[in-house]
């Protein structure tokens, strides 16, 4: 089956060379490599053209990662979709291993094969799963509650995940309208159609920048934006009802008391500043708890 590579860029004449490299050093040779440059003003544009039709290139307007990575779904001829930033690498078995998973869970309803990634940052490294807290019982399988899971916690998602483009369909792409955050929006719509497989290796070489995600962003907008895409969901008549009801409760919950102590921490009276910080160590300590009780889901797996 033919898989769908997409890679968005903007002045990343620097990475990008090293992006399109490992995925040209996939074992799995059935794909094509679509990158969408949105009009970079550096060598990016020069570096891409050295690689002739191995790649295409498409020009999307500057709207951001998810508006070039919507441009490359329309342009995808595959039947699966993957994606990987333009800073970042795959190791050479990414794609095979994934697609051999979502070949083997086809007859179980398997649309969706995320893989582990190795973060790489300034004080060492960790893997994605890790900061997850997910601990499958397996090296590789099915995963059978990835919408419980997920409601509870962010996955890094977008480098790591091999999508059948039917149920990318059925979901809807990425949301534009969000400056972050969307790679969560659109793992919680998928995580309702079904099990997921994932595999328990890291596959992927995330590099840290100053710009990358969340790392441009705030504790306070992250929280909100994160709010949003919960309250939305809810109310959502296609994915609402398919959320786990109560792990969402608790979750917005408590992302409204964090918004608040946030808001209390950051403002201009000292005792309030205090107040604000003494709430915030109280919810990280509740956090903590709760992570290790019972109530927490864990991934329920299996073999494939």
């Given at each position: 089956m033919l898989v769908s590579v997409i890679i968005p860029t903007y002045n990343r004449g620097k990475t990008i060379g090293r992006a399109v490299d490992s995925v040209l050093a996939q074992s799995w040779k059935s794909m094509e490599i679509i990158v969408v440059d949105s009009h970079s003003t550096d060598a990016t544009g020069e570096v891409l053209a050295a690689y002739g039709d191995k790649i295409r290139l498409v020009h999307g307007a500057r709207r951001g990662p998810a508006a070039g990575r919507n441009v490359g779904i329309k342009a995808a001829r595959g039947g699966v979709i993957s994606f990987?930033?333009?800073d970042d690498e795959w190791l050479p078995d990414k794609l095979e291993?994934?697609?051999k998973l979502l070949e083997a869970g086809e007859a179980a309803g398997v649309k969706c094969c995320v893989c582990n990634a190795r973060k790489e940052v300034a004080d060492g490294s960790v893997t994605s799963f890790a900061i997850a807290r997910l601990r499958p019982a397996q090296r590789e399988g099915v995963w059978f509650n990835p919408a419980e899971v997920l409601t509870t916690r962010f996955l890094f998602f977008n480098q790591v995940v091999a999508i059948r483009r039917e149920v990318l369909e059925q979901?809807?792409?990425?949301?534009?309208?969000?400056?972050?955050?969307?790679d969560y929006d659109l793992a919680l719509r998928l995580a309702v159609t079904?099990?997921?497989a994932f595999i328990a290796d890291p596959l992927v070489v995330w590099h840290e920048h100053a710009e990358n995600g969340s790392r441009a962003f705030g504790a306070l907008e992250i929280c909100q934006s994160t709010l949003q895409i919960l309250n939305d969901l809810r109310s959502s008549s296609q994915f609402g009802p398919?959320?786990?009801?109560g792990l969402l409760r608790r979750r917005i919950r408590i992302l409204n008391q964090t918004?608040?102590?946030l808001r209390i921490s950051t403002g201009t009276n000292a005792?309030?500043?205090?107040?604000?910080?003494?709430?915030?160590?109280?919810?990280r300590v509740c956090e903590a708890l709760y992570r290790r009780s019972p109530s927490t889901p864990r991934m329920v797996t299996d073999a494939l």
């Open positions: 990987l930033d333009s291993r994934q697609m979901t809807g792409y990425f949301r534009e309208d969000m400056p972050l955050n969307e079904g099990p997921w398919l959320l786990p009801a918004r608040t102590a005792v309030a500043r205090w107040s604000g910080k003494c709430l915030l160590s109280y919810l």
